[in-house]
């Protein structure tokens, strides 16, 4: 797999960040943000070097980022290298569903295996999903026996997905790009 590459100055992205940070994040918590971003792995000793502070320090500020949900370092696919398909829907939620249905139907979103993201919208009539699988015809199969003969869809479009310049606030390196 290629390497991930930043695609933004850091110094415009810490002063946006401290902008809308502005009353919960000092200048550290966004530096960790920033450095475990770019390298997830890290140790506490490493973070420590990184921001110029000691081990403990660097421990507790990161674990707090954490434990607010501010702050989660996961393992992410990047699909394009995989030589998956994925596909974005957009469901349309029927405007008769009652809120009951509507969590039962993210539930079962967030539950199977082949959807790896769910987007909520502020209207609750909409909803984003993503998909990804092998090719697209087991896909396209699978998205229909998801969405088919549920009340609450009112209608659903399919976005199969070309690639992704930048995806996680950095731009991915295709194999396309050799």
């Known amino acids: ?9 850091e110094d415009e992205e810490f002063e946006f960040l401290k902008s809308v940070f502005h009353d919960g994040w000092d200048d550290m918590d966004l530096k960790i943000y920033q450095i475990l971003r770019e390298e997830g792995r890290m140790t506490d000793t490493e973070l420590a070097e990184e921001l110029g502070t000691s081990i403990t320090t660097a421990r507790r500020r990161r674990t707090k980022l954490q434990d607010d949900g501010y702050l989660m370092v996961v393992a992410q696919l990047n699909l394009q290298e995989t030589e998956m398909v994925y596909t974005d829907v957009l469901v349309e939620i029927n405007k008769d569903s009652n809120p ?3 969590d039962k139907f993210i539930d079962d979103a967030i539950h199977n295996v082949r959807i790896y993201e769910v987007t909520q919208y502020l209207d609750n009539q909409q909803l984003l999903i993503r998909f990804y699988e092998e090719n697209l015809k087991k896909m396209t199969d699978h998205i229909n026996e998801f969405l088919m003969d549920r009340n609450i869809v009112e209608d659903y479009t399919l976005l199969p997905a070309a690639r992704s310049p930048k995806a996680w606030n950095r731009v991915l390196i295709s194999n396309q790009d050799d």
């Open 100 to 102: 009951e249905e509507l």
């Open 1 to 9: 797999m290629k390497d991930l590459q930043s695609n933004i100055d």
